[in-house]
């Protein structure tokens, strides 16, 4: 399987992430739960709902965490009888990601952890400079979503480069 991404700085840092923790399943989304990057899914609306879901449980357990400890939990994670998920808080200088993942016997918490530190390390690294851009109006939001789902299967319409184009979020 391939990993399909919205924007080329993300790919290098999810795919090796993915094939050092033996991921099943791996989607990096921005916490309103636009997708950013993602291996292992094969339909969009899974790949959809799967980001719906990360995002409440993200800011649920963040809210959950700052009621508790004062202050927000930034992994969670829960084993199942054949597969494990994880879900942790990716900060970077310029936005905050969250990150899911789906794993079986073949990897284990300890490894996803340590690949997990070392994935929001090259994120960090591999991010582009700041730009300024115009906000994202709410006329242009299903449009947005629509072309970023489909430059993450591969689907997008190409530039004059003969190149997907990409969506960009300062």
């Known amino acids: ?43 969009a609306v899974d790949v959809m709902a799967a980001c ?23 992994e969670m994670y829960h084993a199942g009888k054949d597969r494990q998920i994880f879900i942790g808080d990716v900060p970077t200088t310029r936005h905050r990601f969250v990150f899911l993942t789906v794993f079986d016997a073949e990897s284990s918490l300890g490894l996803v952890r340590i690949y997990f530190q070392e994935l929001c390390a090259l994120l960090e690294n591999a991010q582009p400079p700041a730009t300024v851009q115009a906000p994202i109006s ?33």
């Open 52 to 74: 719906a879901l990360a995002a409440a449980i993200h800011a649920s357990a963040g809210e959950l965490g700052r009621e508790l400890d004062g202050k927000p939990f930034r």
């Open 138 to 170: 709410a006329a242009s939001l299903e449009h947005d979503l629509n072309r970023n789902l489909a430059i993450l299967f591969g689907r997008a319409p190409r530039d004059s480069n003969g190149s997907e184009s990409s969506i960009s979020l300062a």
């Open 1 to 43: 399987m391939r990993t399909h991404v919205a924007e080329p700085w993300i790919e290098a840092p999810l795919q090796t992430f993915v094939d050092d923790a033996r991921a099943l399943f791996a989607l990096l989304l921005h916490p309103n739960g636009q997708v950013m990057g993602q291996f292992g899914f094969t339909r």
